[in-house]
């Protein structure tokens, strides 16, 4: 069975692991609801193997639906520990390749990630983005406190944690800019 046909069937084997005893009927009409109808036709090729290919926007309305992050329907039965094959003849465990689905990239230390190519700025903005979210919540929960509770290293902390969180929509808004080919120079 050729990789591709792997992929489609790992998917198809999760929307119907998934959608449990609801009808097939139910799973298309709930994608209708997103905006956009999965066929009944279409789910069931897929989930008897008969499908060849999974088109991205069919990942993401039936991942919605049922649940789950479009990763769960691509490692589908090997997380977190499996092996999934990635890319043909390549291999990683299930966990780094839902991280790698979810905007970090395999680092040459995995062996499904040598030698493939790493574009910096994309890369340095995903990472600046997960950062800015943690920020974001380390600064959501410090305000949390009641102003009888905050102490000055409190104060201090939410001060820094402000200033981070400007230098990195700074940096985020330059690289955005940059990639976008909207950048000075």
């Known amino acids: 069975m050729s990789w591709q046909q792997e992929q489609t069937n790992r998917v198809g084997q999760a929307v119907r692991a998934l959608r449990g005893t609801r009808s097939v009927a139910w799973l298309s009409d709930e994608t209708e609801k997103l905006g956009c109808r999965v066929t009944k036709a279409l789910i069931t090729d897929m989930e008897i193997g008969r499908r060849k290919y999974v088109a991205v926007h069919e990942i993401s309305l039936l991942a919605a ?98 200033e981070r969180l400007e230098s990195l929509e700074k940096r985020i808004g330059e690289l955005h800019d940059k990639i976008n080919g909207k950048a000075d120079g």
Do not use: C, N, Y
């Open 65 to 162: 639906v049922l649940g789950v992050t479009p990763a769960v329907l691509l490692t589908w039965g090997d997380m977190p520990d499996g092996e999934v094959e990635v890319l043909p003849d390549r291999r990683a465990r299930a966990e780094l390749v839902a991280d790698w689905w979810g905007g970090e990239l395999m680092g040459d230390l995995i062996p499904a990630g040598k030698g493939l190519p790493r574009d910096q700025d994309t890369s340095e903005l995903m990472h600046l983005t997960r950062q800015r979210r943690d920020t974001k919540k380390l600064l959501f929960r410090a305000q949390l406190r009641t102003i009888e509770d905050t102490t000055p290293l409190d104060k201090r902390l939410m001060a820094e944690l402000r």
